[in-house]
Each structure stands twice: as structure tokens, then as C-alpha cells.
């Protein structure tokens, strides 16, 4: 079983910057595919990044430029850094695991509320 506790989120403005920041428990870290999602109001959960072990990462075509995803294997920990932050980036973020051994699996956190608004 893997936990994720998430924090970081919280009221910009347009143009700001954010970090998130997600810590992994129960679980081996180097053994997990680590991503964010984000979800709007009415709208369905979407990819926004995610890393390999490795360090492998792939981005959201709209996020791409802006955001970058990192991972510390000593913190277990993994991070989400928001630059030119967009009202159309407001949404609730969630923190994803899924354990190479078992690619089926699909861990989520509680999530945390980004909002840009001036």
C-alpha cells in the first residue's frame, strides 16, 4: 500500500509561481512511476507530468515551457514546480503513484487546491 501526502497548492496570480510537493510512504520510491494530475470544476482528471524512476518525463502539451516535474529518492519525495501560472491552471492537483511491479495499481493523493486569480 502507498500513501501520498501532498501540499503546496494555494491562491496566485496570474503570473506566479507555485511548488508542489508529494511524499510517497510504504513503498520502495525507486519502484514508482510518479505523476500529477489535475482536475477543473466539471471537468474530467487530466495527466499534467510525470517521471520515471530514471528521470525520464513527459508534460501536458499545456504545461509544457511552464512546469517541471522532479523527484528526490532520498526524500521519497516527488515535486511539481508551476511557473506563469494561468487562470486556466486552476484545478485541483493530485499526486499519482503506480508501482512498476505492478502497473495496474493506481495510488492517489488527497490532493490540493491551486487557484491563479488576481
Known amino acids: 500500500q502507498v500513501q501520498l501526502v501532498e501540499s503546496g497548492g494555494g491562491l496566485v496570480q496570474p503570473g506566479g509561481s507555485l511548488r508542489l510537493s508529494c511524499v510517497a510512504y510504504g513503498s520502495i520510491f525507486s519502484n514508482l512511476v510518479m505523476g500529477w494530475y489535475r482536475q477543473a470544476p466539471g471537468k474530467q482528471r487530466d495527466l499534467v507530468a510525470r517521471i520515471s524512476s530514471g528521470g525520464g518525463t513527459n508534460y501536458a502539451d499545456s504545461v509544457k515551457g511552464r512546469f517541471t516535474i522532479s523527484r528526490d529518492h532520498a526524500k521519497g519525495t516527488v515535486y511539481l514546480q508551476m511557473n506563469s501560472l494561468e487562470p486556466e491552471d486552476t484545478a485541483v492537483y493530485y499526486c499519482?503513484?503506480?508501482?512498476?511491479?505492478?502497473?495496474?495499481?493506481?495510488?492517489w493523493g488527497q490532493g490540493t487546491q491551486v487557484t491563479v486569480s488576481s
Open positions: 499519482n503513484a503506480v508501482p512498476i511491479t505492478a502497473p495496474s495499481m493506481n495510488y
